[in-house]
């Protein structure tokens, strides 16, 4: 297993060097990320190259058995860039251009940057593809826009759409451009979307494009990596759900592992049911286990102080992510900036440089992962169940809401955290991936729905699956037109209803009661949102207590063929109506947890051909003491396990399956 740390050189005088390597060492670290934003240093004038400085870090690193990952600098265009080159700047959807002085502020159609982002990355190739203490790179860093609306992008983006359809009557049928008289006679008409009010299909064709944008970027540098260094992993550092620019999925077809940002201590203590939400679609982009690249050390911000990890809380971030299938964990970063907009965000070393409990708990940590790496070795997730994410749909939320604040990673979470609290696993996909080995399908808000995704989730259920999915599903073509099926549309006869009506609620002012059956027993709230269903078929599990809704159903079960599909039409204020919902989706399908836990625990199996391993993690600032399988061995402590285990506050075990 790699462990280590986001370390900048640069940032502290040589002297220094020698002792923070021989303190990585001492942590029991074997690797660190350096240079993704080090274009000036490495380039300090165009076309002449200075790696010397990286070169002897890279040795005295070296000598203590650390080896490295590169980033590619491109995240940050250097100063002489921005004036030689201003159009290398992005411009606003106000027509202004980016003042150069941020990150990330650059266009990606400008020929000048593009090539000069191809000669660093060419040049950092070259020069280190030899050098044995280099495993691997980074590319550029969280990538993720910006959108530009300069005249190259508005070509590019005119010059796209002709790509994509072939031809103004066929753009103008799947753009609707009726609709206000929009018609589009010529291709130079076509502007960029600078407003939110703009037609939606432009709106989502604009985002996907811009997505392209990001991922042709970041291909250019691949192609020259896989070219000179072949023996070098490539990879890329997400931010799970705020990867909102670009198509996560799209962006990790290129890579060979993928890796994200962790970064959960920010308020008050809480279940860290995001951090593992975010694991699991970044395990998923490549079906395989995924790295740590900048996982949280210590209080983060840019003008405002956020909390402090408590003690045992980096330990406890740490193995949640190993339960969810990382492989390697960088934190960021190995010592606090003293200069820059970074100052206040903390890392393993404070300021003054001086080892202190931040560092002694990232060392006891790297020790028990080095102590779990050999039986980690060849294990994985393995759920049988998925979520369904859709970043089209979340784009077209962008434009179109529906209801207030609508966002799908929040949807998507109402029902995450509810499996999380049932002790059960999960994988988050994309709609056109394969459906085979999964019992469970949860499809929430698929606003775009395509007639091959529709009738491939009513063929997963025909055949035995169970499938949920919910509120303004199968709204949407691809290109953003409204379906004229009623809705569901081609789910009708699987979910076994009809939704002639909606509306959405406001808010706190607007609510309505909600009463299970007899099936589902309980009372609840529904908020933000109505799907007025008339239930056919289908078997009603909670209604609306509404003098006009009286004959509509809010949650309803169907069977068909050999499955069931579930259908919610409107969101529950309730945690506990989404835990009901799910133990009647895990009944459904004959599915149980490994181990029931109890609330604020989780329950996480790793798994290979030989051994299963069993993650329990308390995320509470509370001992716990629950049932555990006895007779195993808790592989952390070396103990065997009587019929219960205590956990510590922040506290985990981790026990070897018989």
């Known amino acids: 297993m790699y462990i280590g740390a986001d370390y900048y050189p640069e940032h502290w005088p040589r002297n220094r060097w020698e002792t923070d390597a021989r303190l ?26 200075e790696f010397d400085w990286l070169d002897d870090a890279i040795n005295v690193l070296g000598r203590q058995g650390i080896s490295v990952i590169l980033g590619t600098p491109t995240a940050v265009m250097p100063a002489w860039l921005a004036r030689k080159y201003p159009n290398a700047l992005a411009v606003q959807n106000t027509g202004q251009r980016i003042v150069w002085g941020l990150r990330k502020n650059n266009c990606f159609t400008n020929g000048a940057y593009r090539l000069l982002s191809e000669r660093i990355t060419r040049a950092m190739a070259g020069h280190y593809h030899n050098n044995p203490r280099v495993i691997g790179w980074q590319t550029d860093n969280e990538i993720n826009g910006p959108h530009c609306y300069c005249d190259t992008c508005r070509a590019e983006w005119q010059d796209w759409l002709r790509a994509r359809y072939g031809s103004l009557q066929t753009l103008n049928q799947a753009w609707g451009t009726h609709f206000w008289g929009h018609f589009y006679q010529t291709w130079g008409e076509i502007q960029t979307p600078t407003h939110e009010h703009h037609n939606p299909s432009a709106c989502l064709d604009w985002r996907r494009f811009n997505s392209w944008l990001n991922i042709r ?11 000179l260094c072949p023996r070098h992993f490539i990879t890329h550092n997400f931010m799970a759900f705020g990867t909102t620019q670009t198509n996560p999925h799209d962006l990790a077809m290129d890579l060979d592992v993928a890796a994200w940002d962790n970064y959960p201590v920010w308020a008050d203590p809480e279940i860290k049911y995001g951090a593992a939400c975010g694991a699991d679609l970044v395990r998923s982009l490549k079906k395989k286990n995924f790295w740590i690249m900048e996982q949280t050390a210590g209080g983060g911000g840019w003008d405002v102080l956020n909390r402090n990890p408590r003690p045992g809380e980096i ?43 931040r560092y002694r708990e990232c060392t006891a940590t790297a020790r028990d992962l080095h102590k779990l790496a050999p039986l980690l070795a060849n294990t994985t997730l393995k759920p049988k169940v998925a979520i369904v994410y859709d970043q089209d749909s979340r784009w077209a939320f962008e434009t179109q809401r529906s209801y207030k604040n609508n966002e799908v990673p929040a949807a998507i979470r109402r ?11 999960v994988d988050i996909i994309r709609p056109s991936d394969p459906l085979t080995g999964y019992k469970i399908i949860v499809a929430p808000e698929l606003f775009v729905l395509p007639d091959a995704t529709a009738s491939k989730l009513c063929d997963f259920v025909r055949a035995g699956g169970v499938l ?5 599903t199968g709204v949407m073509t691809e290109t953003c037109l409204a379906h004229t099926h009623t809705l569901p549309g081609l789910l009708t006869d699987m979910l076994g209803i009809t939704i002639e009506e909606y509306e959405g609620l406001n808010g706190d002012k607007q609510t309505y009661p909600l009463a299970g059956t007899d099936a589902f027993p309980g009372t609840f709230t529904s908020t933000l949102y109505a799907d007025w269903i008339k239930p056919g078929q289908a078997e009603v599990l909670a209604r609306y207590d509404a003098w006009h809704l009286k004959s509509h159903a809010a949650l309803t079960r169907h069977r068909h063929g050999k499955g069931t599909g579930y259908y919610l ?65 808790e592989l952390l402590s070396g103990r065997r396990t009587g019929p219960s285990l205590t956990l510590d506050r922040y506290g985990a075990a981790v026990i070897r399956l018989k």
């Open 415 to 425: 029902y995450y955290d509810a499996f999380f609290r049932a002790g059960i696993n």
């Open 468 to 472: 949920l999915t919910d509120l303004r």
């Open 315 to 357: 330990r406890n971030i740490a193995l949640q992510q190993v339960a969810h299938g990382a492989d390697a964990m960088v934190w960021f970063r190995w010592r606090t900036c003293t200069a820059g907009r970074e100052q206040y965000w903390h890392g393993i070393l404070g300021h003054d440089g001086k080892p202190g409990r």
């Open 24 to 49: 990585m060492k001492k942590a029991g670290f074997n690797v660190v990320r350096l240079a993704e934003f080090s274009w000036v240093m490495l380039e300090p004038e165009e076309g002449r190259f």
């Open 217 to 227: 970027f970041q291909h250019e540098q691949v192609v020259v990596l896989r070219s």
């Open 569 to 633: 039409g409107t969101i529950a204020a309730e945690p506990a109506f989404y835990d009901a919902l799910i133990k009647a989706v895990l009944d459904s399908a004959k599915l149980k947890p490994v181990l029931a836990p109890p609330p604020g625990i989780e329950i996480t199996l790793r798994e290979g051909a030989s051994r299963k391993l069993l993650f329990i993690i308390n995320h509470l600032e509370q001992a716990v003491t629950m049932k555990v399988p006895a007779g195993n061995v």
